[in-house]
């Protein structure tokens, strides 16, 4: 009897006071919307920077040449240490925490002609293992540098899908589609570039990828033929660097103190001397991301609660006043036998539908915001912002909170008023 009673006189009560409930309620639903909102966004954003960090590559780390720091068993500090692609191997052949390891080798510069098309760019030499380490992902209809590649020593070429559109912009047109956009891989897959004069077959082209970071260029304007290749043609030695890709279950620093265990142990330098090679660990970058995100994301929730709570003092001040206009009501109700919890709950029940309304208005309000925003086309910008569960548990939580406290105080002065003093009070 008690919820039938607070629903009709709660819609008496909004008749009454039309202008104040409308905007507590839009406070109640400013500050839902908020919470579900920043939620969403931060939590896109987060995710999209955090993929275009691992556009680099995933639990990898970048190693190059580097000078001692530390004196080591009688040898001075100030020694170059260079290494050579059977270095390389023989970290591959003895690391136990790695996944997968590439050299790398690089020419920037390098003429990449295809008919009369010509353009400078950089080249790279590597393993078959850079691909899957470097989220360097062919097409379909097209494949990366493989091991026969690499023994053979095939004049075979990967191109980024940048370099790609740039080569065969002129082909589009002719072949039905449009090149501006994108270069279908099985248009460009047997088609023969020259690389500083000389022949090289197309194998493959790369996936579009978000890439934020890199060291010498994006990968979508780069070209990569196999190292033995590159070595040959170039009479390369010594690579610029090479690539590791830890174990799932590994982290990347203890992977990269048994590589600089094993290259320490070879040219005799402190395994604990971090100038020896120069490293660039990506996981630092993404911890750092997902810490920097985390906080930002705490600190905008934390003005969606504020603006909550100010909607709900906007509420517990509604319910003081529409005590005071009721007061001759509850003295009646009282002097017939209503007892203080009835009253009590009255007004709660009463100050909980407000906030119900305003909270259920501002979810669904930002829910469809959310719904709306992938058609504008801003996932580089923005990322792609989703309803996290955990705002809305926040949300309802927060809403029964406020709706409680601001009208317990209110349902308390009320119950406590004795019969006789409210009907004088009127």
Same mark, same amino acid.
């Not at 000078?67 to 068993?73: C, F, Q, S």
């Not at 319910?319 to 009721?326: G, I, T």
């Not at 004795?418 to 009127?426: N, W």
């Given at each position: 009897?008690?919820?039938?009673?607070?629903?009709?006189?709660?819609?008496?009560?909004?008749?009454?006071?039309?202008?104040?409930?409308?905007?507590?309620?839009?406070?109640?639903?400013?500050?839902?919307?908020?919470?579900?909102?920043?939620?969403?966004?931060?939590?896109?954003?987060?995710?999209?920077?955090?993929?275009?960090?691992?556009?680099?590559?995933?639990?990898?780390?970048?190693?190059?040449?580097?000078?001692?720091?530390?004196?080591?068993?009688?040898?001075?500090?100030?020694?170059?240490?260079?290494?050579?692609?059977?270095?390389?191997?023989?970290?591959?052949?003895?690391?136990?925490?790695?996944?997968?390891?590439?050299?790398?080798?690089?020419?920037?510069?390098?003429?990449?002609?295809?008919?009369?098309?010509?353009?400078?760019?950089?080249?790279?030499?590597?393993?078959?293992?850079?691909?899957?380490?470097?989220?360097?992902?062919?097409?379909?209809?097209?494949?990366?540098?493989?091991?026969?590649?690499?023994?053979?020593?095939?004049?075979?070429?990967?191109?980024?899908?940048?370099?790609?559109?740039?080569?065969?912009?002129?082909?589009?047109?002719?072949?039905?589609?449009?090149?501006?956009?994108?270069?279908?891989?099985?248009?460009?897959?047997?088609?023969?570039?020259?690389?500083?004069?000389?022949?090289?077959?197309?194998?493959?082209?790369?996936?579009?990828?978000?890439?934020?970071?890199?060291?010498?260029?994006?990968?979508?304007?780069?070209?990569?033929?196999?190292?033995?290749?590159?070595?040959?043609?170039?009479?390369?030695?010594?690579?610029?660097?090479?690539?590791?890709?830890?174990?799932?279950?590994?982290?990347?620093?203890?992977?990269?103190?048994?590589?600089?265990?094993?290259?320490?142990?070879?040219?005799?330098?402190?395994?604990?001397?971090?100038?020896?090679?120069?490293?660039?660990?990506?996981?630092?970058?993404?911890?750092?991301?997902?810490?920097?995100?985390?906080?930002?994301?705490?600190?905008?929730?934390?003005?969606?609660?504020?603006?909550?709570?100010?909607?709900?003092?906007?509420?517990?001040?509604?319910?003081?006043?529409?005590?005071?206009?009721?007061?001759?009501?509850?003295?009646?109700?009282?002097?017939?036998?209503?007892?203080?919890?009835?009253? =009590?709950?009255?007004? @709660?029940?009463?100050?909980? +539908?407000?906030?119900? /309304? #305003?909270?259920?208005? !501002?979810? &669904?309000? $930002?829910?469809?915001?959310?719904?709306?925003?992938?058609?504008?086309?801003?996932?580089?910008?923005?990322?792609?912002?989703?309803?996290? =569960?955990?705002?809305? @548990?926040?949300?309802?939580? +927060?809403?029964?909170? /406020? #709706?409680?406290?601001? !009208?317990? &105080?209110? $349902?308390?002065?009320?119950?406590?008023?004795?019969?006789?003093?409210?009907?004088?009070?009127?």
């Amino acid at each position: 009897m008690i919820p039938v009673l607070s629903f009709k006189q709660f819609f008496t009560d909004v008749r009454r006071q039309k202008l104040r409930t409308l905007l507590t309620t839009f406070g109640i639903f400013w500050g839902t919307c908020s919470i579900v909102l920043l939620f969403a966004f931060g939590k896109g954003l987060r995710e999209q920077q955090i993929k275009s960090q691992k556009g680099l590559g995933d639990n990898i780390a970048i190693f190059w040449p580097g000078i001692t720091a530390k004196d080591y068993k009688g040898l001075p500090k100030g020694r170059p240490i260079n290494f050579t692609e059977e270095d390389v191997a023989l970290i591959k052949s003895k690391a136990t925490t790695l996944a997968s390891i590439s050299v790398e080798f690089s020419k920037w510069n390098t003429n990449v002609q295809y008919k009369k098309v010509s353009t400078l760019r950089q080249i790279k030499g590597i393993w078959p293992e850079f691909g899957d380490m470097r989220n360097v992902i062919p097409t379909f209809g097209s494949r990366f540098i493989n091991d026969l590649d690499m023994q053979e020593k095939r004049r075979v070429i990967f191109i980024g899908n940048g370099l790609a559109k740039d080569l065969f912009s002129g082909e589009g047109t002719s072949a039905g589609w449009d090149s501006r956009e994108y270069f279908p891989a099985e248009e460009a897959v047997g088609r023969t570039l020259l690389l500083d004069g000389t022949p090289f077959t197309v194998i493959g082209v790369m996936e579009p990828k978000t890439q934020n970071s890199s060291y010498g260029g994006r990968d979508s304007h780069s070209a990569f033929i196999p190292a033995s290749t590159f070595r040959t043609m170039y009479s390369r030695r010594t690579p610029n660097n090479f690539v590791a890709q830890a174990r799932p279950n590994v982290s990347m620093p203890t992977a990269r103190k048994e590589i600089l265990s094993i290259m320490g142990a070879k040219y005799r330098f402190d395994p604990d001397d971090r100038e020896a090679l120069s490293v660039w660990d990506t996981t630092e970058g993404i911890a750092f991301l997902k810490s920097f995100f985390g906080a930002f994301q705490m600190f905008l929730v934390g003005i969606g609660i504020a603006t909550l709570i100010t909607g709900g003092i906007g509420v517990s001040n509604i319910m003081h006043v529409v005590l005071e206009e009721r007061t001759k009501e509850i003295g009646v109700k009282m002097a017939l036998g209503a007892t203080k919890m009835t009253i =009590m709950a009255q007004f @709660v029940m009463e100050t909980l +539908l407000i906030t119900a /309304i #305003g909270g259920v208005c !501002g979810f &669904f309000f $930002a829910s469809g915001i959310v719904a709306v925003i992938p058609y504008l086309k801003l996932e580089d910008y923005i990322g792609t912002p989703s309803i996290d =569960m955990w705002a809305g @548990v926040l949300a309802i939580v +927060l809403l029964g909170i /406020i #709706g409680f406290f601001a !009208g317990i &105080f209110p $349902a308390r002065r009320a119950a406590n008023l004795q019969p006789v003093q409210a009907l004088k009070l009127f």
